[in-house]
């Protein structure tokens, strides 16, 4: 027999969430998907991201300066003259090179170093390989990481076929590193070997240094910066492993913001329930406070009622999370998709805190969803609760618009903001505000609504009419589940839909050619000859032929490296060739030659048309002029073109790495792409007619995607329970309704079609604000949020027949929901709820 | 017009037990009776089975010549709309609608749109609440609301009147004006009338008074 305190607690809470188990649980569910998504997506990237810095620090081991140049490389005499320096006290050369594998899609990284020097600065390199790092000495030979002989499936003694040109080169497999060695995908050789073997003679791209005891690296690394030839920079293995990391925090923070419009979702949800139950019980509560229950106690006991849901949830999204990440990563990788950890093999790591943070934040949301409704349950006075009818009368404050408009207001000031340390924090905190906004509107809007809703004849369709004009507060609460969580669908959408959209037409710009080919499928070892260029442009049914070199400059030393691409290009008009935004740079006489940038390019630094940018090439700087912007889907660094001949007349460089080709009007593709074939027997040659490479790219886009698309699922289910807990707690507040209905003689199938006609107005007026929340978020999403992260633009584009398709299966869902949850008016129970007190 | 033969009903659960044991009963057109007895004897199970709200386990049911025990709920529930009306203990308004809607109610389920408006004027004058027709039930007091309900369970001019303790929530002196109304209403309406009551008072307004044990339901005290 319960008594005293148990007692107490049994009447306020626990005998009401025991009797609606059902709704409790997909309030609790509601807080896990939310706190399941945000951990899940937290692990995956934190795993990726602790073993990509891991991978960074093994192979700059004990250095304490990194001196990093282009990938093309640097003249290798520095590294006599850094290595002489009185305060260094070793130095390790590098080439540092991506290899194109012949016969597959992947390529490899490939580490060319003195083996001597690497033992003293990098040793997890050549761990355990004891007397077979001799055999390295020899050439021709390769040291594979356990992970890249797993997945190309060699071990000692077996041949790697690399392409270097469009040659076709054996290296023997001398060792296989053990395990702990290095964990990613990786290669080491002797660099003495590798420079000649992939056309690298006389450079390097990197030279790690370990500095003499009591030697300041910061004051060195000033010291050493005059010397260092231009593109060539010197930073601390710390700046080294952040630099590869800032890249894909733009990424990991909208993935992240994506959960927390997901954990928001359900907070809604939990806010829902609460205020839908505590308003059913309204009558019970009042008895309590007429018994003699304080306000206070009251209000406690409803919020701990939220604290034991929000836990409830939290734990199960935390365990959740957990199963979800950890499932990711061993099928899928550390990857989620934009294919900035693609190949990275993680694990997890468990980060107390972290979990913790996401626990009390599943938590902190179902008490504070439980407050309002508790506050307001607390405040009210017991005589008038216990009334039946006055559900209504206590939401009178919920009719207030000024805080509504306030917050979109604010969010719409927001949405003009700059970024925060280069986040888009002002866009974000802009659509949290409008869609806090929106939803402290909802009760007008939806007062406002159904007042223009004409009343039909049929009795089911007049009684649903007029239960929601007369609920019309309480039919917000459950619209607005569907408001805020169709919106943020319909915002995913027009964004992505919108992104594709340009991101087809700027492959139509970009891509004119009717094939392209490419030495190697992939790496930085795959090129074209002048002399294999000529034999290119002549093979038959070749009308036209133009050639691509892609290198990679260091413009900072603290961000990643831009792609500088050397093309043909008329620079009278290079709108013909690139998709040029804005009107392009007419360059007056005595400029340097012209350069166009991409507009990640122009945004990272700053850059603008007339503008004057020095580019590291060939060991010098050399002076350009900014051209024109132009848009870049393909490289999320920033890209540079300038005219080939300009390139090749600085640099000396006359390899192409690509090649884009047109058709005479009576050739076939595959006779040209047999006759190419048949001149380059040996190589692996990447040939792919204009629209292959389009699908693929396509491919690509909605692989990188495709974790949005699950975030849309969620948000509409999420959305779903929200009705359906808004709908089942009107139902089960209805019963005496229905059993007073059955009683005057409506049929089940008619109170069934009055719940339908409810749920459809209900979902209706949800999913029409839901739209226009949703184009507006949308508007923030492209113009704001990605700008700031990606820093290229997009046209807006409406995926009508997408949205169509959206809102019609959500008005379904929702409207079965509605009767689903209803479904309890169907029953002979109800005709016994007429005689319940409550 | 209505025959009862023979009804048995139990329930089952946790306290499963028979609630009414071989029951008959007959009312003619004009009747107006009571029917008295102790708490849980049944009295309400007995409306709900004459209602076709719910099934007996045996015997039958059968309001002018057709046994209700034989149709379908769609069927029951078409009979009821048509031909039945009911008072309740709580009076149960749709909060959602004001009194003239809430009379209007059964009209609609009815189809009778004809004079509508007209035939609810009359109602809510003959239970003296002609000025509250746009109230809503919040509005009213305890015996408003149920002259409302009894105006609701008239409306459509119904065979048979079913009130379930009509006066249980009211004080002494509205619970005289409600049965002396709904008598009023149910003899002018030509119809029968049952009244389900614990007051002696309640049930001494009725043509006669029977009275339901464990053994059945029998006329007198």
Known sequence: ?838 | MLIIRNLNKSYGGTRGRAVLRSVDFDLASGDYVAIVGESGIGKSTLLNLVAGLDLPDSGSVTLDGVELTQLDDDARTGLRRSRMGFVFQAFHLLPHLTVAQNVALPLALNEQSADREARVAEMLAAVRLADAASAYPRELSGGEMQRVAIARALVHQPQLVLADEPTGNLDPESAVQVLALLREAVKANAGAGILVTHSLLAAATADRVHRLTVNGLRLGD
């Open chain 1, 1 to 838: 027999m319960l008594s005293g305190k148990p007692l107490l607690i049994y009447a306020l809470s626990l005998g009401s969430l025991s009797h609606n188990l059902g709704r409790t649980a997909l309030a609790a569910l509601g807080v896990a998907l939310g706190v399941a998504l945000g951990v899940a997506v937290h692990l995956v990237n934190s795993a990726a991201l602790s073993e990509f810095r891991h991978a960074v620090a093994a192979l700059a081991g004990e250095a304490d300066i990194v001196v990093r140049g282009p990938r093309a490389g640097f003249d290798e005499a520095l590294y006599p003259r850094l290595a002489r320096l009185p305060e260094v006290a070793a130095a390790s050369p590098m080439l540092d090179i991506d290899v194109a594998l012949a016969g597959r899609e992947t390529t490899l990284r490939v580490l060319g170093i003195d083996i001597f020097r690497a033992s003293q600065l990098q040793p997890a390199l050549l761990a355990g390989l004891n007397e077979s790092v001799l055999e390295l000495l020899q050439a021709d030979t390769v040291a594979l990481s356990d992970a890249a002989a797993r997945e190309l499936g060699l071990g000692r003694g077996n041949r790697l076929k690399v392409q270097v040109g469009t040659r076709v080169l054996d290296l023997e497999v001398a060792a296989v590193l053990p395990p702990h060695a290095y964990r990613q995908r990786l290669a080491v050789m002797d660099i003495g070997w590798a420079q000649p073997l992939f056309a690298r003679i006389g450079t390097l791209n990197r030279i790690d240094v370990r500095l003499k005891p009591g030697v300041d690296a910061e004051r060195f690394r000033a010291k050493l910066a005059p010397l260092l030839p231009p593109g060539v920079h010197a930073v601390t293995p710390e700046i080294e492993a952040e630099r590869g990391a800032l890249w894909t925090r733009a990424y990991r923070t909208n993935l992240d913001m994506l959960a927390g419009v997901a954990l928001f979702t359900g907070f809604f949800l939990v806010f829902a329930t609460q205020f839908l139950a505590l308003m059913r019980r309204r009558a019970q509560l009042a008895l309590l406070r007429v018994l003699g229950m304080t306000r206070r106690t009251l209000a406690v006991h409803l919020v701990a009622e939220g604290a034991v849901l929000g836990a409830v949830g939290s734990a199960a999204g935390v365990a959740l999370g957990w199963l979800v990440a950890a499932l990711t990563l061993r099928h899928l990788g550390g990857d989620l998709g934009a294919g900035y950890f693609r190949g990275v093999e993680a694990q997890l790591v468990p980060s107390v805190s972290a979990l913790a943070a996401y626990f009390l934040s599943g938590m902190a949301v179902a008490m504070l969803g439980a407050a309002v409704p508790a506050i307001e349950a607390a405040r009210r006075a017991p005589a008038l609760a216990l009334r039946a009818g006055d559900e209504e009368t206590a939401l009178k404050h919920m009719r207030l618009v000024w805080p509504g408009f306030a917050l979109a207001a604010l969010g719409a000031v927001c949405a003009f903001a700059p970024p925060l340390n280069e986040l888009p924090a002002f866009g974000y905190a802009a659509i949290a505000l409008i869609l806090a906004g929106a939803v402290l509107l909802a009760p007008r809007l939806v007062e406002f609504s159904l007042a223009l809703v004409p009343v039909a004849r049929a009795v089911a369709a007049a009684l649903a009419v007029a239960q929601l004009r007369a609920t019309a507060r309480l039919v917000a609460v459950s619209a607005a589940a569907i408001v805020v969580s169709f919106s943020f669908t319909v915002a995913m959408a027009i964004m992505v839909g919108s992104f594709r959209t340009s991101f087809e037409e700027w492959l139509e710009r970009i891509l004119p050619a009717d094939f392209y080919v490419r030495a190697a499928r992939g790496g930085e070892t795959g090129f074209f000859t002048p002399e294999e260029q000529a034999r290119i442009a002549a093979i038959p049914g070749v009308a036209r032929a133009t050639f691509l070199r892609s290198q990679n400059v260091l413009l900072a030393p603290d961000r990643p490296p831009v792609v500088l691409l050397a093309r043909d290009i008329d620079r009278a008009t290079p709108a013909r060739t690139l998709p040029l935004i804005g009107a392009p740079h007419a360059l007056a006489n005595g400029d340097p030659p012209p350069v166009w940038v991409s507009e990640v390019a122009a945004d990272l630094y700053g850059l603008k048309p007339g503008q004057r940018l020095d580019i590291p090439l060939a060991g010098a700087l050399r002076a350009f002029t900014v051209a024109g912007i132009w848009r870049d889907y393909a490289r999320q660094t920033g890209a540079l073109v300038i005219e080939r001949g300009i390139y090749a007349g600085l640099t000396g460089d006359r390899l192409a790495s690509d090649a884009a080709l047109w058709l005479d009007k009576e050739a076939t593709l595959e006779a040209a792409a047999h006759a190419l074939r048949a001149q380059f027997a040996s190589a692996d040659l990447d040939i792919a007619a204009v629209h292959e490479v389009r699908e693929s790219s396509l491919r690509i886009f909605d692989r990188t995607f495709a974790v949005t698309y699950v975030l849309e699922v969620v948000a509409i289910l999420i959305g779903l329970f929200g009705v359906s807990v808004g709908f089942g707690a009107q139902a089960l507040a209805r019963r005496r309704e229905f059993g007073v209905l059955r009683h005057l003689g409506m049929t089940r199938r008619e109170i069934a079609a009055m719940l339908g006609i409810e749920g459809s107005v209900v979902s209706g007026l949800g999913v029409a604000f839901g739209l226009a929340l949703g184009w507006g978020v949308s508007l923030i999403l492209i113009h704001v949020v990605n700008r700031q992260s990606f820093h290229w633009s997009i046209d807006l584009s409406m995926p009508w027949l997408v949205l169509a398709a959206l809102a019609i299966a959500t008005m379904i869902a929702s409207s079965a929901t509605a009767m689903w949850s209803g479904r309890a008016a169907m029953g002979t129970d109800v005709v016994r709820a007429v005689k319940e007190d409550w």
